[in-house]
């Protein structure tokens, strides 16, 4: 194991970060702050509870999550891509490092940073409104667990891309709508009949119902099976990183 | 000669069907710098490449210093520091943070008392906080040079790597290139400064349409290639040669003031004096003489030329 690449990997990617403090940490931190206002403080207080929680407190899980995908799949791609665009990916693919430890290195540090900035999120949500979690184990289980899958889809996203549109794409196209319809907001059982079937398909519905009950204590699907359904994204990545090396693809001629 | 890259067989077709290199067979010796000539798209970024881990092989074996570049590769690649054609670099970042980043990929611990002789020796040590996207072109080519010095590799590979440097520049990289060679450094250049071959190299080999044409040493190649040529500045323009000098490699100038002579400066004898007391037989005075030898660049040329 080439250790000291995986920490210079991971270092260089962390410093980026640092350097560009305003853009990767506290405009997302703002972002979110201004849901908490608008839909906790502000409209929150004028809509009824929701499994018997504030409607304040019950976005926070989600918006968390919100935050949490899209700047775990942005700092992940966005780390490879760059490098890929630049052609300093030249030094990476001439070291000593397997593709474990670059992953490793990219990843870890993407999804490090989006851990920090859920932290903030979290903090900063007290400020607004009230919260409590009742699960702490599992909600950082929750938390970790998604920040290294959505960093691991996101460094497919950005080997796969090879231009800047493809890099916001997915964000943008899927991920996006897939959270806002992922119960974010609302309890899927709010839904017509019919649609709580078709919720069913979008995976960012475990997660947030996962996670809200690690705080609440109160979920639309089983605890468990959000957890399968982490794990099984996580492998699916996992193995689509294990072939992109393989091959070469977007990587190697 | 103890032989420190071994390339067997090599052949690389790319996605597109494009036959980049053609059965390969090269042996770099420990201790030399070997230059790779060869027009643009001849094979030798691609060779570069593989041997370095950025193109996959296609057919084919490489080893350096005994270990397969695939099998073996973190052995490899530890040995290789590699300065690319592009000026490919993080902007962004300090000269000093690049650089530690590159010795800590290549999984060499922090070793601020070498990098520091490096980036000095690169006259790079005053700009070491600096970021890079604020040195200009010559500065940042020698970024990547101590990128690639920065895990004090065996072998070290330069791409085209005094493309866009000014001349006073290209002397002082010239100088470093070679006092890396006397500290034990092999040292592999492209180029397409002929020029920069014949300056530096102690081999050359030649590539072509992906395939090795020539490897050779660099003196060797240009005595074995190299043409003397004598020119004879007429007294009296002749219309034509005489027939009595038909069996010489003679040429006329077409005003016919110039008379050239082609030698081989192999031969024990080389036929000047007989020629020259000839002419003076049938009366032919000159005014003037030189002769001068082919390059390595008109060398280069025939060889692709002969090959195409």
Request: contains cysteine; hydrophobic residues 45%.
């Amino acid at each position: 194991m080439n250790i000291y690449a995986i920490r210079a990997i991971y270092v260089f990617e962390m410093s980026r970060t640092w350097r560009t403090l305003m853009e990767s940490i506290a405009s997302p931190i703002l972002t979110t702050s201004l849901y908490f206002i608008v839909f906790g403080a502000a409209i929150g207080s004028r809509m009824g509870d929701i499994d018997g929680i504030s409607y304040g407190s019950f976005i926070i899980p989600g918006l968390l999550m919100l935050s949490l995908l899209g700047e775990s799949i942005s700092n992940a791609s966005f780390g490879i891509y760059f490098p890929k665009f630049s052609g300093t990916i030249y030094e990476v693919l001439s070291a000593p490092v397997s593709p474990v430890e670059v992953v490793i290195g990219y990843v870890g540090a993407a999804a490090s940073k989006s851990l920090i900035i859920g932290g903030l999120i979290l903090i900063t949500a007290r400020f607004f409104v009230d919260y409590q979690i009742m699960h702490p184990v599992m909600m950082v289980s929750f938390l970790l667990l998604t920040a290294i899958s959505f960093s691991l889809f996101g460094f497919i996203i950005g080997l796969w891309a090879d231009d800047f549109q493809k890099l916001q794409i997915i964000p943008m196209m899927v991920i996006t709508p897939l959270t806002f319809l992922g119960g974010a907001f609302y309890s899927i059982s709010m839904l017509p009949p019919f649609w709580q079937k078709v919720t069913l398909f979008n995976p960012v519905v475990y997660l947030i119902s996962g996670f809200r009950w690690s705080f609440y204590g109160v979920a639309d699907v089983n605890v468990g099976i959000s957890l399968a359904m982490i794990m099984v994204f996580m492998l699916l990545c996992l193995t689509g990183i294990w072939w992109i090396f393989k091959t070469g693809y977007r990587l190697k001629n | 000669m103890e032989s420190i890259i071994t390339i067997r067989n090599l052949s690389k077709t790319y996605s597109t069907g494009l036959l980049a290199l053609n059965n390969i067979n090269l042996d770099i010796h420990k201790g030399e710098i070997f230059a790779l000539l060869g027009p643009n798209g001849a094979g030798k970024t691609t060779l570069i490449s593989i041997i370095c881990g950025i193109v996959t092989p296609g057919e084919g074996d490489v080893t350096v210093d005994k270990h397969d570049i695939v099998l073996n590769f973190r052995a490899a690649r530890s040995m290789i520091g590699l300065v690319p054609q592009e000026l490919s670099i993080a902007t962004f970042e300090s000269v000093l943070t690049t650089m530690n980043f590159s010795r800590g990929l290549f999984g060499k611990p922090s070793n601020p008392v070498y990098i520091e002789s490096v980036l000095r020796d690169l006259s790079l040590w005053d700009k070491r906080d600096e970021r890079i996207v604020n040195l200009s072109g010559g500065m940042k080519r020698r970024v990547l040079i101590a990128k690639a010095l920065a895990h004090e590799p065996k072998i070290l590979f330069l791409d085209e790597p005094t493309a866009g440097i000014d001349v006073e520049q290209r002397r002082g990289m010239w100088n470093m290139v070679r006092r890396l060679r006397d500290s034990g450094v092999t040292i592999i250049l492209t180029t397409h400064y002929i020029e920069e071959a014949e300056e530096m190299a102690d081999r050359i080999g030649v590539i072509n349409d992906g395939q090795i044409s020539v490897i050779e040493e660099k003196t060797v190649l240009m005595n074995k290639l190299g043409k003397k040529q004598l020119a004879l500045t007429l007294q009296h323009p002749l219309k034509s040669l005489p027939d009595e000098l038909a069996g010489y490699p003679l040429e006329l100038s077409q005003d016919g003031e110039v008379l050239v002579f082609t030698f081989d400066v192999q031969k024990e004898h080389t036929g000047i004096s007989e020629l020259l007391r000839k002419l003076s037989q049938f009366g032919i005075d000159f005014k003037d003489l030189h002769s001068s030898q082919s390059s390595l660049e008109d060398i280069f040329v025939s060889l692709v030329r002969d090959k195409s």
